[in-house]
């Protein structure tokens, strides 16, 4: 049993102690059996408070280890590592969360958290004067990644692994790879086109033979976990052989008399049932729209290579590690939400970005000639509780008032939004002479070297307006011109109107609307509804989900930059839990009583994995554990009628006085 | 004048360290809260407790135990919520045996983004053992 042990109560900054009184729980547990030394610290996790624990160990000898601070998913292996390197063996360390589970959880009850606080880090206590120390299990670990998503950020990650000598399988769910970014023209900094910048990964992905790439494939099923992952990916048919002649190919898109709105463009132009997005779009094969072709044959008749012979397949993919990289999509205004479906003349960004890109000489839409363009900016971001002062429309003799409601779930920022609005008027300034481009902003957040891209607008004479978001513009008809009007706050909340022939709404970032394979690995969510990471800042691309990580906008919003930084930083981290071939595993795993037992094979029964086989002891037959195969799920523990079994590290003593300690001041 | 302390139920959560105590760490994140008096102890599967642990918690005082599952999400085995709710049944046998309410025994599964899920269970388990323990005392 454990008799010196050490207590490390961490303040977290004020992320704990705002709500818990971190030295009331220390004065607490400082004479529980076994406490040598009880601190508390304003960083557990910091360098200097790891070293002192380090040197603490060594100097007083202590044989366990208690740490209360953040959840154990971010910081247990941070401790056992500090644990490590004092010479003490990891196991003899134990970890309260009273970060998650206490401070954030009873922010409102700063008494009650304080006394929870008190009885989980006894609890801790408790489990460690009975821990003692065990050694890893090895498993192997499959050397291969999937990477769920072929657009920039899957991309770059999909090269990076590669280039460290690791199989990879893209899985796209389009028929196209690229994502967002091939949808966009001349990008900030580098001045390439989106389209430019997709070839060159593109180009890079096929030179490199251990990359597999699957477009038109869906992750539909998945088991096993980290280490030993398959998923079942089903792929979608072209309906067009590989060996085609693009010549035929155009005039066969030409005679398909199929037209939808096209979403690469975001529905302001068509396309046919037959398409592909742009010419050196990659696979540069075309597509049929299976679900709106009428097999009409036009196309049959002038291409041979056409073929609706074709047909999906289900394909098993074993991995060791998943990466997920699967993009955003960008807001869609409500109907009626600054104008948007009610005005013939109000777009979104991603809209205008299609249309400064699709037009030539002149910048038209829907036949007129574009000169005053107004931005409104922030739509589907930083959205506020509902309120009498934020919502509802303006009361005006025509009627015509587009509602300028700001309320809703999107609080936060989309960060990219005000660069990329910015950009996108300076080149379509640039591209369209004439234009005057006037921007009604809520504060501008051009961050870093964006910052050149406002100078560069200023310059050009483009206006900034601002107001808050208890006042945002307000479009409305007037004698037939669409109007938008504001209090601007940098003038003194002077009302200025601006008749806009094109109104442009700045949509920010939102989760993709089918999340399904997020849910299929159930990722956690944050408040913002993107994927969310452990830690923001320590554990930046990794999920509670072992063996899954996440890059790219899927995790919230960001740039190009950012986005692959990301895909880097998660590229790094799937390959660690795949480099070796093997990962180490938690020694726990069920421990039979010989004396106990007396072999009735129920255990066996229950074990999912054949762990459990009959054993002689002796003249007895008993039951016997296989260490290499038993997962440590704990199945055979409930069903033993003579209560032999018990699993390392959660023995009835260790959860018996675990309880008592939770319930120390219950009677 | 002091405020009347507030009355909540003692109850004791297993959780399981890969599935429902990652959905209850994220009720914290979300400031979704719920009674002081809820604690978790974290498991490897929900169809591993043992319900001589479970009888342990209410003898040493806890009103109510609640057992957050894996379900169908199991790393281990499809069977977890077969035998997690056989493990149930075999310990409300116990609790009718001791003369303990069954019903102070709840399961249900939560998933590792349950974290609304799972303050709903527990307000709603909180306020049952609240209604039964004023009633029988």
Redesign the interface.
């Known amino acids: 049993m454990n008799s010196k042990i050490g207590v490390y109560i961490c303040h977290c900054g004020g992320n704990i102690s705002d709500y818990v009184n971190v030295e009331e729980v220390k004065s607490a547990i400082a004479d529980e059996e076994g406490v040598f030394l009880a601190k508390t610290t304003m960083f557990a996790c910091s360098d200097a408070t790891q070293k002192e624990m380090v040197e603490d160990i060594k100097t007083n000898e202590l044989d366990g280890l208690v740490v209360a601070s953040c959840?154990p998913?971010l910081h247990l292996v941070t401790f056992r590592a500090v644990a490590e390197r004092a010479e003490l063996n990891k196991y003899n360390y134990v970890h309260a969360?009273i970060?998650?589970?206490?401070?954030?959880?009873?922010?409102?009850?700063k008494a009650?958290?304080t006394?929870?606080a008190i009885?989980?880090v006894k609890?801790a206590i408790a489990k460690v004067r009975l821990a003692h120390s065990l050694d890893p299990i090895v498993i192997p670990s499959k050397k291969a990644v999937a990477v769920i998503g072929a657009g920039v950020a899957g991309m770059r990650a999909a090269i990076e692994l590669a280039d460290m000598d690791c199989p990879v399988t893209l899985i796209e769910r389009e028929h196209f790879v690229g994502g967002r970014v091939s949808q966009w023209d001349i990008l900030f900094t580098t001045n390439q086109t989106g389209k430019e910048l997709v070839t060159r990964l593109y180009d890079a992905i096929i030179s490199r033979e251990n990359i597999t790439l699957l477009t038109g494939a869906e992750v539909v099923a998945s088991s096993g976990?980290i280490g030993d992952y398959t998923l079942r990916v089903k792929t979608t048919p072209r309906y067009i052989n590989e060996m085609c002649d693009p010549g035929n190919l155009q005039k066969a898109i030409d005679a398909c008399p199929v037209e939808v709105p096209d979403e690469f463009n975001f529905n302001i132009t068509a396309r046919k049932a037959i398409y592909h997005n742009f010419p050196s779009e990659y696979p540069q094969y075309p597509v049929i729209d299976i679900k709106n072709c009428t097999r009409c044959g036009e196309c049959e008749k002038i291409c041979k290579s056409v073929d609706f012979s074709q047909e999906g397949k289900l394909v098993d993919i074993k991995v060791g590690s998943i990466l997920m990289a699967t993009g955003f999509d960008p807001y869609t205004p409500s109907d009626g939400e600054f104008g948007y479906g009610q005005f013939g003349n109000v777009i979104t960004l991603p809209q205008f970005k299609r249309l400064v890109d699709i037009n030539d000489a002149t910048l038209k839409y829907r036949g007129q000639v574009i000169k005053n363009i107004a931005y409104i900016y922030c739509v589907g971001s930083r959205q506020i509780e509902g309120s009498e002062s934020s919502t509802g429309e303006e009361t005006r003799g025509d009627g015509n008032i587009a509602s300028h409601d700001i309320s809703g779930d999107n609080r936060y920022c989309s960060r990219y939004c005000c660069t990329s609005v910015i950009h996108a008027a300076i080149e379509a300034s640039r591209k369209f002479h004439g234009l005057n481009n006037y921007h009604f902003t809520r504060g501008i957040r051009t961050y870093g070297k964006q910052e050149l891209l406002y100078s560069e607008s200023l310059k050009n004479g483009d206006i900034y307006l601002q107001s808050y978001e208890d006042d945002p513009p307000v479009v409305y008809l007037e004698n037939g011109d669409t109007m938008v009007k504001i209090n601007d706050i940098m003038t003194g909340r002077q009302e200025v109107s601006v008749k806009a022939d094109l109104v442009v709404l700045v949509t920010g970032m939102v989760p993709r609307a089918d999340n399904s394979v997020g849910s299929l690995f159930?990722?956690?969510?944050?408040?913002d509804n993107f994927f969310?990471e452990i830690h923001m800042k320590l554990r930046p691309v990794e999920t509670?989900?072992?063996g899954i990580t996440i890059a790219g906008a899927c995790q919230g919003p960001k740039n190009i930059t950012e986005s692959v930084s990301s895909a880097l930083s998660a590229a790094t981290k799937s390959f660690s839990y795949v480099s070796k071939g093997e990962l180490e595993l938690e020694p726990?795993i069920a421990v039979i009583d010989g004396d106990l037992c007396s072999w009735c094979g129920l255990c066996a029964e229950?074990c999912?994995?054949d762990a459990i086989s009959m054993v002689t002891k002796g003249t007895k037959e008993i039951a016997g554990i296989n260490n290499s195969i038993c997962?440590?799920?704990?199945?055979?523990?409930?069903v033993c009628p003579v209560?032999a079994i018990n699993?390392t590290a959660?023995s009835?003593r260790e959860?018996?006085s675990?309880?008592?300690a939770?319930?120390e001041q219950?009677? | 004048m002091s405020l009347p302390e507030k009355r909540n139920a003692r109850i004791l959560v297993f959780s399981t360290e890969k599935i429902s105590d990652p959905a209850i760490d994220m009720a914290g994140l979300l400031k979704l809260h719920y009674p002081p008096t809820v604690y978790t102890i974290a498991v490897p599967c929900s169809s591993g407790i043992k319900p001589r642990w479970i009888i342990r918690a209410y003898e040493k005082g806890f009103d109510g135990v609640f057992i957050a599952a894996d379900g169908s999400d199991c790393t281990y085995g499809e069977t977890c919520t077969e035998k997690t709710g056989q493990i149930v049944s075999r310990t409300h046998q116990i609790m009718k045996e001791k003369k303990i309410d069954p019903a102070r025994l709840r399961m249900a599964a939560i998933c590792s983004v349950c974290s609304e899920a799972f303050v709903k269970q527990i307000k709603s388990f909180n306020q049952y053992l609240l209604q039964s323990l004023s009633t029988s005392s």
Do not use: T
């Not at chain 1, 970060?99 to 009850?109: F, T």
């Not at chain 1, 997962?631 to 409930?638: A, N, S, V």
């Open positions: 959840s998913k969360n970060r998650e589970q206490v401070s954030w959880a009873h922010s409102d009850d009650g958290a006394a929870k009885q989980l609890s976990s159930k990722i956690p969510k944050g408040r969310n509670v989900i072992d726990i229950a999912p994995f997962k440590g799920c704990g199945m055979c523990l409930p209560n699993l959660y009835d959860l018996e675990m309880i008592d939770l319930a219950m009677k």
